[in-house]
């Protein structure tokens, strides 16, 4: 479903992406991890179509991204911080978003999962961060897209909402899509990820289940594991 090859990526001095090589052809909740700068968030915002890879191939669906961009109907996003407009009512927000995507969108079960009847009057500007969260979660997940792409998707969530979270990923996932999650909690992605996929100074360093990832770094506890990863000498 996502194939990317030799994807290069450079602002000014900077080269962010030297090289990525990275195929998901099944369904599953893949896990981008790697320390600040090493690509995670231009590698996801080139499959967005956000930024435009200087050399490289990226298909989704078979299909080349480059001048076509009905590709991204095929993708649910959650951004990590979403910048609402401060105006619009939790409602207002949903219905223009409805609209923007012109498709009518599961949103009440999310709504009453989540138990946002009471702020769906409110102005966006007055919610705590965890119920703009949220609201996030409605909105990338109303619609019914093969790829949902979760930028660090636990931030900010109660308890509670942590494990409707959970729930929600796993049934996504039963109806065969594939889930690329960001998150600094090892724990969360420990529990939820089929794959890692551990960028590191822009290429992918390793690729593959948590297991195979202790096997290669002789670590029992997966945690010490990515820890390993970084400190180990890859010159």
Known sequence: ???????????????????????????????ILGPNGSGKTTLIKTILGMVIPDKGKLLVGGIPINKNWKYRDQIDYLPQIANFPANLTVQELIEMIKDLRN????DKKLIALFKLEPFLSKKLSNLSGGTKQKVNLVLTLMFDSPIIILDEPTSGLDPIALLHLKALIKEEKAK????????????????????????????VYFKGSIEALKTQTQESNFEHAIANLLTFDHA
């Open 1 to 31: 479903m996502i194939n990317i090859e030799q994807l290069h990526k450079r602002f000014g001095k900077n080269q962010v992406l030297k090289g990525v090589d990275l195929e998901i052809t099944k369904k599953g909740v893949f896990a």
């Open 176 to 203: 065969g899509k594939i889930i690329l999650i960001t998150s600094h909690i090892m724990s969360f992605v420990e529990e939820m990820a089929d794959e890692i996929v551990f960028l590191l100074e822009g290429k």
């Open 103 to 106: 498709h009518p969108g599961e």
